[in-house]
């Protein structure tokens, strides 16, 4: 009986032991199975939310860009920052935080968790420009370091997105008050003079003073961006070309640029070199002076263009018509005066007559230097027939002014 009690006994337990096994074995994985499909469930709606469901392997050409940047970024400041990080930033990136559209995709205004304030440009997936641009910004950084220039934080790479991240500017770009009739009056002299100097510093340094001689290509008012105190930062720098310090220019069969500010040279032949951004600080100083936009198409007396109506005024001694109105009677003289003949100056048909950005900072700088007298500038020639003027009325009409041009092209 004992034996027969014990083989019972045996039994039993194995019975019960076989049996928790067995519950174990199936409750176990039905639960990770559970959370596994929670988890995903998760992902894809948060994912949805954010408008990239499938976050597909990073480029090999992605790939190549940061790692040269890890190799030339080693101990700067620049980050890299995840697709969630930013999308949190800009509330998934809603219309609130729009600051506006470019070439190359729009701009937001985020917010970092630790109260830092951040511009993002979200390069547009379908541009083909946009990776181009993406690469040359990320070379750039370490090499520019100067009080005039915006400085990039770093970027967000993720599947098609390419996102660069800057400093925010508080005051937005230059083109936002010169143009605007309300606005402009907030520019006295004195503010507009010291963002002249300030755009002129900026260029000096990326020409002469940075490792590397860097063409901005692209300077206009719009890339000018002005922070809390109305301080000048030239921005945008995907455009630009990088040169080494013993050569002066070079030949593209790629033209870029905005209508309006490019030098005629580089329009028709190809040709840029320092005095191309020159030319392009030319046309911005007269846009500061007068307020009014060079590029697109305005009827300006019997020009065109800007320049044209300028050298005209100046010609016939009547350069303070050119002066924004929104200044009113109060400005100095003899300083405006001398602004006028420098952009003049500036904007010469032959880039040899242009001065370089050393000789615009000392003309601006100084009170008894003599200046040469400026000659016929480039596109003086494109005037209004006076068909034209009598079948319409113009007026300022078809503005083109932020619209960046990519001419692919040999010229």
Known sequence: QWQFLQRLHAGSSSSSSSGGLWIVAIVVPVAVLLLGFLGCFLWIRRRRRRGTVSVPTMSMEMEQVLKLWRIEESGSEFSLYDFD?????????????????????????????????????????????????????????????????????????????????????????????????????????????????????????????????????????????????????????????????????????????????????????????????????????????????????????????LTGYAYQLWQEGQWHELVDQALGEDFPAMEVMKCVQVALLCVQDSADDRPNMSDVIAMLGSEGLTMPEPRQPAYFNVRISSLAVSSSSFGESYCMSNVTLIEEEGR
């Not at 690469?135 to 400085?151: D, G, P, S, Y």
Request: aromatic share 10%; charged share 25%; with cysteine.
């Open 85 to 305: 990080q930013i999308a949190d930033a800009t509330d998934n990136f809603s219309d609130a935080c729009k600051l506006g559209q470019g070439g190359f995709g729009p701009v937001y205004k985020g917010q970092l968790p630790d109260g830092l304030e951040i511009a993002i440009k979200r390069l547009s997936s379908c541009s083909v420009q946009g990776l181009m641009e993406f690469k040359t910004e990320i070379q750039l950084i370490a090499k520019l370091q100067h009080t005039n220039l915006v400085r990039l934080l770093g970027c967000c790479v993720q599947a098609d997105e390419k996102m660069l991240i800057y400093e925010y500017m508080h005051n937005k770009s230059l083109d936002c008050f010169i143009f605007d009739t309300e606005k402009g009056a907030m520019l006295n002299w004195d503010k507009r003079f010291r963002i002249i100097d300030g755009i002129a510093q900026g260029l000096l340094y990326l020409h002469k003073h940075s490792r590397l001689r860097v063409i901005h290509r692209d300077l206009k008012a719009s890339n000018i961006l002005l922070d809390r105190e109305m301080n000048p930062k030239i921005s945008d720098f995907g455009m630009a070309r990088i040169f080494c310090s013993n050569v002066t220019e070079a030949n593209t069969t790629r033209v870029v640029g905005t209508h309006g500010y490019i030098a005629p040279e580089y329009a028709s032949e190809g040709l840029f070199s320092i005095k191309s951004d020159v030319f392009s600080f030319g046309v911005l100083l007269l846009e500061i002076i007068s307020g009014k936009r060079t590029a697109g198409f305005y009827q300006y007396g019997k020009f065109f263009n």
